[in-house]
């Protein structure tokens, strides 16, 4: 197996950038601690934010799909089976429980998600396949405890988008090729908010904070719950040319892609303090949440055919694309410093421009020179703190 090792922070903030898989990668998980992937085989490999391979979790079925909350992992696999893995302290994971579909069920769980309550399981159309826009099984969605128990399906109506769920504690999703994204409550089971998408196409979902954010095909709609009330948009920069990092253009792949499907929205990753929404013109936009400005967009110019999903994980964006796992540290970008500053009470414009901040604080001190002791009170309090 060849490996490509990058360790040195280039302009975007690449940290490891590295061939992890003998095949293609087809999805990822990710958190502060761990990086999760599986690339449909009968396992998932889990990884820690530096790219160094932990420990494999062997699982029942191929899998398809990951996600993570805190130290588990959910998988979602062939057959209409799910996992339920619990990493451990000391890197000895445990199977926890299995999450299975009632009945025969043939179809492959493409979509996976996890809270601390709940994990959430459903099929959508196969990669690469046609599929009968008809078949009940890819339109429903299904909520399990995390004992493996089932505790309500949520049947859509129409077939599922990829990426087209998430879970909360209170708020189940799920988003179809109606064009239509249905909220649901975890705890009845009943339908409670529903919501348009635009086009024929099923936008990518996910929660914070008790507001849901929606992709669309060059923004992030942001809603409160359980009103549905739009809060506002996450909008990409305009990109000066069709070359420009910031046009979903630059990366589109000139040799088509494998998909017999309509091309889905953006699919959302969503921690901490950046929401990242990657697309299938091989395209990742981050914005940073304090503020709602994009940070930066990163582009894969290889031009590969095959999945490119995103996670984050605290400060950490991870990319897959084909059998490559890079990871992104994002602190490097002045649009974080700067709406973490802005976020403390302190404009970054004073930290980076000292004769902005001469004539500022002259002016808030009346004096013309200022010391630390009189300008510290100013600075933390009053009508007219800096």
Same mark, same amino acid.
């Given at each position: 197996?060849k490996h490509i090792f990058d360790r040195m922070v280039d302009n975007n903030g690449l940290l490891f950038s590295s061939e992890v898989n003998d095949t293609a990668i087809r999805a990822v998980a990710a958190n502060k601690r761990f990086i999760v992937l599986c690339a449909e085989d009968n396992n998932a490999r889990v990884f820690d934010t530096k790219g160094n391979l932990l420990?494999?979790?062997?699982?029942?079925?191929?899998?398809? %799909?990951?996600?993570?909350?805190?130290?588990?992992?959910?998988?979602?696999?062939?057959?209409?089976?799910?996992?339920?893995?619990?990493?451990?302290?000391?890197?000895?994971?445990?199977?926890?429980?299995?999450?299975?579909?009632?009945?025969?069920? $043939?179809?492959?769980?493409?979509?996976?998600?996890?809270?601390?309550?709940?994990?959430?399981?459903?099929?959508?159309?196969?990669?690469?396949?046609?599929?009968?826009?008809?078949?009940?099984?890819?339109?429903?969605?299904?909520?399990?405890?995390?004992?493996?128990?089932?505790?309500?399906?949520?049947?859509? =109506?129409?077939?599922? =988008?990829?990426?087209?769920?998430?879970? $909360?504690?209170?708020?189940?999703?799920?988003? &179809?090729?109606?064009?239509?994204?249905?909220?649901?409550?975890?705890?009845?089971?009943?339908?409670?908010?529903?919501?348009?998408?635009?086009?024929?196409?099923?936008?990518?979902?996910?929660?914070?904070?008790?507001?849901?954010?929606?992709? &669309?095909?060059?923004?992030? /709609?942001?809603? /409160?719950?359980?009103?549905?009330?739009?809060?506002?948009? +996450?909008?990409?920069?305009?990109?000066?040319?069709?070359?420009?990092?910031?046009?979903?253009?630059?990366?589109?792949?000139?040799?088509?892609?494998?998909?017999?499907?309509?091309?889905?929205?953006?699919?959302?990753? +969503?921690?901490?303090?950046?929401?990242?929404?990657?697309?299938?013109?091989?395209?990742?936009?981050?914005?940073?949440?304090?503020?709602?400005?994009?940070?930066?967009?990163?582009?894969?110019?290889?031009?590969?055919?095959?999945?490119?999903?995103?996670?984050?994980?605290? @400060?950490?964006?991870?990319? !897959?694309?084909?059998?490559?796992?890079?990871?992104?540290? +994002?602190?490097?970008?002045?649009?974080?410093?700067?709406?973490? $500053?802005?976020?403390? =009470?302190?404009?970054?414009?004073?930290? !980076?421009?000292?004769?902005?901040?001469?004539?500022?604080?002259? =002016?808030?001190? &009346?004096?013309?020179?200022? %010391?630390?002791?009189?300008?510290?009170?100013?600075?933390?309090?009053? @009508?007219?703190?800096?």
């Open positions: 197996k420990q494999t979790l062997q699982t029942a079925q191929k899998t398809r %799909n990951v996600a993570i909350h805190d130290r588990y992992v959910a998988t979602g696999e062939k057959n209409g089976l799910g996992e339920l893995f619990d990493l451990g302290e000391k890197r000895k994971a445990s199977l926890l429980c299995t999450l299975q579909s009632k009945g025969k069920v $043939s179809v492959t769980m493409y979509n996976v998600d996890i809270c601390s309550t709940s994990v959430m399981l459903s099929s959508s159309r196969p990669y690469g396949m046609k599929a009968d826009d008809k078949d009940k099984r890819l339109q429903v969605a299904h909520l399990y405890n995390l004992e493996g128990t089932l505790q309500h399906s949520f049947v859509h =109506g129409a077939m599922i =988008g990829r990426m087209g769920i998430c879970v $909360s504690e209170d708020y189940a999703v799920s988003s &179809g090729e109606d064009q239509v994204v249905k909220v649901w409550s975890t705890r009845t089971g009943d339908l409670v908010l529903q919501l348009p998408a635009e086009k024929g196409r099923s936008p990518g979902v996910r929660f914070k904070n008790h507001q849901l954010y929606v992709s &669309g095909a060059s923004d992030v /709609s942001v809603y /409160s719950l359980p009103g549905g009330t739009l809060e506002r948009r +996450l909008e990409m920069e305009a990109a000066g040319s069709p070359s420009s990092p910031c046009s979903p253009q630059a990366a589109t792949n000139s040799v088509g892609t494998l998909r017999a499907t309509p091309m889905t929205y953006p699919r959302l990753a +969503l921690a901490g303090n950046y929401v990242v929404s990657a697309s299938e013109t091989r395209v990742a936009t981050v914005w940073t949440l304090l503020d709602g400005k994009p940070l930066c967009s990163i582009v894969d110019e290889r031009r590969i055919s095959g999945d490119f999903y995103a996670a984050v994980g605290g @400060d950490r964006l991870v990319l !897959i694309a084909g059998k490559m796992l890079k990871i992104y540290d +994002l602190t490097v970008h002045s649009g974080d410093k700067r709406a973490y $500053s802005e976020s403390l =009470g302190m404009s970054l414009d004073y930290l !980076i421009d000292p004769a902005q901040f001469t004539q500022v604080a002259q =002016g808030a001190a &009346g004096q013309e020179d200022p %010391n630390f002791h009189q300008l510290a009170p100013l600075v933390a309090y009053g @009508d007219h703190a800096l």
